[in-house]
């Protein structure tokens, strides 16, 4: 948390440079009318941006709405259940880890990326409760690990787990587990049939086109999927050798 809260400290370090070089910057050249005029257009364009983005947000997470209310969402999440399998060989069939991993696949290929997010945070959650499960130091309690039925049991010589000591640098012994990884580097590849949010940029900017962007988009966005597959795969087998 103290990272975190430095690191957002930076940005705004950052931002307030920029905006303090632009205006000392047209002080100087004599073009602070200018300077003013471009601040008060880009706050107005912001506004703009924000209310066509609620619009594109409401709609496609309405019709998401509607198709997870008539089961769409429900037959795709088990129409991809191998490729999950594939993905994610050691995440038990039935645990809820895999549903919203595969929900939030479906709402990234479908270019959702604000109704992908709780259901990706809720899976990150629920990979966390399975390393404890597993006894993985760092998720579970001290010297117990946490069954699938919410019992204790205690964990081997040498795998206990429990937070691990903080180093010397303050980091945390707790470690992403390879499906952490893979799933994190999904996301990250992201493939999409439909990038709702380039094409909202493109309408509100005055794009002739807006949707001209889907046909390279898609290619992009395999070719990263695919090679993120690919490493996640290759990586995965390196660390269980």
Same mark, same amino acid.
Request: hydrophobic share 45%.
């Given at each position: 948390?103290?990272?975190y809260a430095?690191?957002?400290?930076?940005?705004?370090?950052?931002?307030?440079?920029?905006?303090?070089?632009?205006v000392?910057y047209?002080a100087?050249t004599g073009k602070?009318a200018?300077v003013?005029?471009?601040?008060l257009d880009?706050a107005?364009?912001?506004?703009s941006? !924000?209310?066509?983005?609620i619009?594109?947000?409401? @709609?496609?997470?309405?019709l998401?709405e509607i198709a997870q209310?008539?089961?769409l969402?429900?037959k @795709?999440?088990?129409g991809?259940q191998?490729?999950?399998?594939?993905?994610?060989p050691r995440?038990?069939?039935?645990?809820p880890?895999?549903?919203y991993i595969?929900?939030?696949?479906?709402?990234?290929?479908?270019? @959702?990326g604000w109704?992908c997010? =709780?259901a990706?945070?809720k899976?990150?959650?629920e990979?966390?409760k399975?390393e404890?499960?597993?006894?993985t130091?760092?998720?579970?309690?001290?010297?117990?690990?946490?069954?699938?039925?919410?019992?204790k049991k205690q964990?081997?010589?040498?795998?206990?787990?429990?937070e691990?000591p903080?180093?010397a640098?303050?980091?945390s012994g707790?470690v992403a587990?390879?499906?952490m !990884?893979?799933?994190?580097i999904?996301?990250?590849?992201?493939l999409?049939?439909i =990038?709702v949010?380039?094409i909202?940029?493109?309408?509100q900017?005055?794009?002739?086109? =807006?949707?001209?962007?889907?046909?390279?988009a898609i290619v992009a966005?395999f070719i990263?999927?695919?090679?993120?597959?690919v490493?996640c795969?290759?990586?995965?087998?390196?660390?269980?050798?």
């Open positions: 948390m103290r990272r430095k690191e957002v400290f930076m940005l705004n370090y950052i931002w307030a440079f920029m905006i303090l070089i632009g000392v047209g100087f602070m200018e003013t005029s471009a601040a880009s107005g364009d912001a506004v941006l !924000c209310i066509t983005m619009g594109v947000m409401a @709609l496609w997470v309405g998401m209310k008539s089961g969402i429900a @795709l999440t088990r991809i191998p490729f999950i399998s594939f993905l994610f995440i038990p069939k039935g645990h880890a895999r549903e595969a929900t939030n696949l479906i709402a990234n290929v479908l270019g @959702l109704a997010t =709780p990706g945070l899976a990150m959650e990979l966390a399975l404890a499960e597993r006894g130091p760092g998720y579970a309690l001290s010297g117990e690990g946490i069954l699938a039925d919410g019992k964990n081997r010589a040498g795998k206990g787990g429990g691990l903080a180093a640098n303050g980091k707790r587990s390879n499906e !990884c893979t799933f994190l999904l996301n990250i590849s992201s999409q049939l =990038p949010n380039m909202a940029y493109r309408s900017y005055g794009s002739v086109n =807006p949707a001209g962007i889907i046909a390279p966005t990263s999927t695919l090679t993120a597959v490493y795969k290759v990586k995965d087998r390196r660390r269980r050798v």
